[in-house]
């Protein structure tokens, strides 16, 4: 798969017109995933709040201001309870995501025997834990953790801008590590934070032109928290919230760049219309987060996710995702 997207050509292909472009984008989908699957996530948030860093979008950073509690590592068999609910209702990953700027190698026990646990009910596992050292990822890689989630969320130049308790490199020495631990890469980002088309290029083209394609790839709407610097800057400018355009243009062009990966329709869903979430399954997104509650904020819910499968004639993806068969055949070529 090419690695080496140039910036022009990526923002060639965001300028393309809007059915031009979603035919491509459908098309590339088609020869690499089954166009009626969908893989189901379920997120659960394991270690709420007091986050030290920054991320003006996050409602979990102790620097806003936006009423969310903190809580502590929550129990291991806790999480189970949790994982096997999500099991029951179809879910083919369970993602648990703590607020932490970094594990500390204390909380490292607790959290692979969840990882454990969750893997032996046949549950694919990712954990989104912050920044890791390589030690850290060996770990999570020897109790068998399938997924590191870990966004870029944006082009390098908007990144600075959202966040200032650490940096791009940072973000991509970690996914160095993930990936030399030999865990699947999970890496995306969120649109809508008031970037401009090309800060959309520059995310897309950084996810693009790693050494390799993640195989999972969060498309996150920004969810317009209170007291986030930039919920609170989206409320005084409403016309900065992402068009709906705009958005399916994003998901298309990611589509388009990385075949193989899962593109998934994640934070946001539950504002966006069913039309708009069709018009993203056309232009190649194949996985959402399922149950009526991301880590903080509220997401779509299973029944209106069920009647709008049924409308749309979806189906939940089972057992091995069609890209890692393709992984596999690419392999071996
Ligand atoms: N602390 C870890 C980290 O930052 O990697 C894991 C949890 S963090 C909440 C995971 C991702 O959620 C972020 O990288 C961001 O893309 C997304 N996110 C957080 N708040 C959001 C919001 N209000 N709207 C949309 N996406 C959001
Ligand atoms: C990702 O890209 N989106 C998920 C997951 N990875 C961890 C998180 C979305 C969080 C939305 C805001 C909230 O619930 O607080
Ligand atoms: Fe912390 Fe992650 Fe939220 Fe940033 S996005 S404040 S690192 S929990």
């Not at 102790?62 to 994982?83: C, F, I, N, P, Y």
């Not at 194949?286 to 779509?300: C, E, V």
Request: net charge negative; proline share 4%.
């Amino acid at each position: 798969m090419r690695t080496d997207w140039t910036r022009a050509e990526i923002a060639a292909l965001f300028d393309l017109p809007f059915t031009e472009l979603v035919f491509r984008a459908a098309e590339v989908h088609r020869a690499h995933h089954a166009p009626d699957e969908v893989q189901l996530c379920t997120l659960l948030s394991i270690k709420t709040g007091g986050c030290a860093e920054d991320c003006g979008y996050c409602s979990q950073s102790v620097h806003a201001d936006s009423g969310v509690k903190a809580t502590k590592l929550m129990a291991v068999q806790e999480v189970l309870q949790r994982a096997a609910q999500a099991k029951d209702a179809g879910s083919q990953r369970f993602c648990m995501g703590a607020a932490w700027r970094n594990p500390k190698d204390r909380d490292m026990p607790a959290i692979v025997e969840i990882v454990k646990g969750v893997r032996a009910m046949g549950l694919e596992t990712c954990m989104t834990l912050g920044m890791l050292k390589p030690h850290q990822a060996e770990m999570l890689a020897d109790a068998g953790l399938d997924y590191y989630n870990h966004n870029i969320d944006s082009s390098p130049e908007y990144y600075e801008r959202a966040i200032s308790t650490r940096t791009m490199a940072d973000r991509l020495d970690t996914l160095g590590h993930v990936r030399a631990a030999g865990i699947n890469v999970c890496s995306g980002g969120i649109v809508g934070m008031g970037e401009t088309r090309e800060d959309r290029v520059g995310f897309v083209h950084t996810l693009a032109t790693l050494p390799q394609h993640p195989e999972s790839v969060p498309i996150n709407a920004l969810v317009p928290v209170k007291g986030t610097v930039l919920g609170d800057m989206l409320a005084d400018t409403p016309l900065a919230k992402i068009d709906d355009i705009e958005f399916v243009r994003t998901v298309a062009v990611a589509r388009i760049t990385m075949p193989l990966s899962m593109v998934r329709l994640s934070a946001g869903r539950e504002s966006m219309s069913e039309a708009t979430q069709a018009l993203c399954f056309l232009a190649g997104a194949n996985s959402i987060f399922t149950g009526d509650k991301l880590l903080t904020a509220p997401n779509a819910g299973d029944d209106s996710d069920g009647a709008m499968f049924a409308k749309l004639g979806l189906k939940a993806m089972r057992g091995e995702e069609p890209m890692r068969a393709c992984g596999a055949a690419e392999a071996a070529e």
